[in-house]
Structures are given as C-alpha cells and as structure tokens.
C-alpha cells in the first residue's frame, strides 16, 4: 500500500544515466517515508536527475502533473535542472513507514480549525495577514476530500478541474491535496514541505480557507485532506 502526499516540484521529471553525487550540497532537504508517493507539478521545461534511481520511480505522468513512489529508506538526492542551466538540488531523506489507516481522533470542524491555526502561524512568519475559514470553501474541501479518496488527483473523478468545485467558477481558487496522515500538524508538516503547497499556504492574496478531511478505513491510503483557497476577485482582475 502507498501513502500518498502532495508536493509540487515541477511538470517534467526525468531519471537518467548521470549520478547526482551523494557529496553534492543539497539546497533543501525533504523528509519522507518509505511506500510514500507524491505528486509534483509546476514549470514547463525542467528536467530532473534521481539518485540512486533504485529509491524512487515515477508512477504517472500526464499534463505536467508526475507522481513519483518512494520504493526505499535512505538518501535521495534529486537534481532540478531548468532550461538556463541553473541547478538546484533537493535531498530526500526516506525513512521507515507509518500506519496508514489510524484515523484522526477530532471531528472534521476541529480539524479544520487546527490547520486553520496551523496555516496563520506560518503565515505571519512571512507577513501575510491570516485566513479566515468560509463555509463555502469548508464545504467544498469536504466533497473534494471523498472525492480524492477515490481519485487522488486535482482533475474530479468525473474529468473536470478541482476549480469546478465552486458554483459558476464565481471564485478565484488554489487546492492543496494530500493523504495517509491523520494530524493537522502532521499533514501542515507535509504542505510545508512542499514548494507548490507552501506558496499556496503563504500567498498573501488569498483571504479565505476551506478545510476537508474524509477517512475511508478500505481505501488505499486511509485519511484524506483538501485545503481551499480564495482570493478576492478584484485581485484576479488586477492580475
């Protein structure tokens, strides 16, 4: 069974026959587990190198979004290589599986307002003013989040983009996505970890956040998480 988590790196991902040296300065270091997997999305044009290639493969590639398994404990080293040249390399450190079917002690609300906690905080690390939980947004992080549960994935299991999940397209709206986990502190811990789900968190145009949690006990990955952002349309405009 695979504990999937989401992280977002980049939109082309590819192992090839060149070592990243293990004595290479990693310019930012990951923490994870074994049987773990994660999705990675963002800038067109990047490459990437996987060392050693034994500790990780690539599960699914489309449209820019890769998700990438997590097969052995120890030291992954992943070299980013964009189309100027520039290279920037991420150690992951992979450490012993967790259960992933315990699922969380609090109610969904309380959870919701725990990551809410959570969230503020590291945003006012970097100055951006704290998010404010909109039941519009709650409520669609709650369907999202059965949704996931079935298909781990932005696109919905019926093929339309997670944005659909608001009337109308009415808002301007970000999604983190993950799984396995059933902590706040433990699935903030992951988004943090994650360049794409940290931007998400810290963006300081985003003033609202809904929150879902699901658990499904026969399901792969046991608990199931969606954070909703949104930002006031008239800085949608301005953009």
């Known amino acids: 069974m695979r504990k999937k988590i989401a992280a977002a790196i980049t939109s082309m991902f590819l192992i090839f026959g060149s070592p990243v040296s293990a004595e290479e300065n990693a310019?930012?270091?990951l923490e994870y587990q074994q049987n773990q997997t994660f999705e990675i999305h963002g800038e067109s044009g990047v490459c990437y190198e996987i060392d050693p290639p034994?500790?990780?493969?690539i599960v699914s590639q489309n449209d820019g979004h890769v998700t990438i398994s997590l097969d052995e404990v120890g030291d992954v080293y992943i070299r980013t290589i964009y189309p100027n040249g520039y290279v920037y390399?991420?150690?992951?450190v992979i450490g012993e599986p967790k259960s992933l079917h315990s699922p969380a002690v609090e109610s969904p609300d309380i959870l919701a307002q725990q990551v809410l906690e959570l969230v503020n905080q590291e945003r006012a690390k970097v100055g951006s003013a704290p998010l404010r939980l909109s039941k519009i947004l709650m409520?669609?992080?709650?369907i999202?989040?059965?949704?996931i549960s079935r298909v781990y994935s932005h696109t919905r299991p019926d093929g339309r983009p997670c944005s659909s999940i608001m009337k109308n397209g009415e808002y301007m709206i970000g999604e983190n996505i993950a799984a396995g986990v059933s902590k706040?502190?433990?699935?903030?811990d992951m988004w943090m970890n994650s360049p794409g789900h940290r931007a998400n968190i810290l963006n300081s145009d985003y003033t609202e956040l809904g929150v879902g949690y699901f658990y499904k006990s026969d399901s792969v990955y046991g608990s199931y998480w969606v954070q909703i952002f949104k930002r006031p349309m008239s800085v949608a405009i301005r953009r």
């Open 54 to 57: 034994s500790r990780a493969h």
């Open 144 to 147: 999202r989040a059965e949704e």
């Open 184 to 188: 706040a502190q433990e699935v903030v």
């Open 89 to 92: 390399v991420f150690k992951v």
């Open 27 to 29: 310019d930012k270091i």
């Open 139 to 142: 409520d669609g992080a709650s």
